[in-house]
């Protein structure tokens, strides 16, 4: 038995690895470093934390659902789930879980499940160079239910130095999109826009809004800004008057047909959220959005749910 040791590492000297590189885990790390750094340039989420989930989900690509799914990240099938799924004994007996026509696709949904989805949304203004904030944010955000998520992460990051693969060069770091909530966030207007400035006047997604205060109708705003009733119902994707509650975003041009990249989608996250509340938070007209995922009407929009926005 030792000869034959002795005769493997020979071996493995002759072509140039060690004996640590021929485990899963190094093994994984050569074969999927660059669809991580892809991902990285694309998304935002950072090379080492999403090789680390992968290697920890999926047993280093050799557990069933990766070998059988392409799914490497454990992603569950959720309600607005409509692709291929199989059953795995998880938290519970029989899950459902997500299954891929490739390993590409699943990190691509990987990371888009981090980036579209509220919960997780914070961690994308965190560095991206701070993998142990994200590995203890995943946690606070509820991606795994076992306490000692965040260490595994980080252990996999430090012993098998992933943190490497999040130093991109100049032209690949202008490449990576905002924090989603740098995007979405409302920004203070001055000049660019032709209103009255004896109140704070925001835009998003380069639309003009005011926020509303108390006492105030959609009649009124518009009759200080000088424009029709029907015309700022209509900004709004309003067909008639509704009550008008301080603090409500009102919008005092048209919105637009889509969203500034880095705000790809929205996933739903709980049942029965409101189509033209989500529509008013990213600025974007309703009848643009319902063309854009081939909808004639509002749909009931349950948990998982996506819906393009540009």
Known sequence: MKKMFIAIVLLLGLLGLSAKDNTPQERYVKKYADMAVKEMVRSGVPASITLAQGMLESGSGMSKLATQGNNHFGIKCHKGWEGKSMKVDDDAPNECFRVYSSVADSYKDHSDFLRYRDRYKFLFDLERTDYKGWAYGLKKA??????????????????????KYDVLSKVEEKEVPLSPLVIEA?????????????????????????????????????????????????????????????????????KENHTQPGLDKYIIEQDGEDFHAICQRFAVKEKAILKLNGWKKAPFLAEGDEIKLR
């Open 186 to 254: 409302p920004k203070m207007a001055r000049e660019e826009f032709h209103f009255p400035l004896t109140r704070e006047l925001f835009s998003k997604n380069g639309v003009p809004f005011v926020y509303s205060l108390e006492g105030e109708t959609y009649r009124s705003i518009a009759k200080y800004y000088h424009l029709f009733h029907q015309e700022i119902l209509r900004f709004n994707d309003l067909r008639k008057d509704e009550e008008l509650l301080p603090g409500t975003v009102v919008y005092l041009s048209f």
């Open 142 to 163: 509820g991606y795994a239910t076992d306490p000692g998520y965040p260490a595994k992460l980080i252990k996999y990051i430090e012993e098998y130095k992933l943190y």
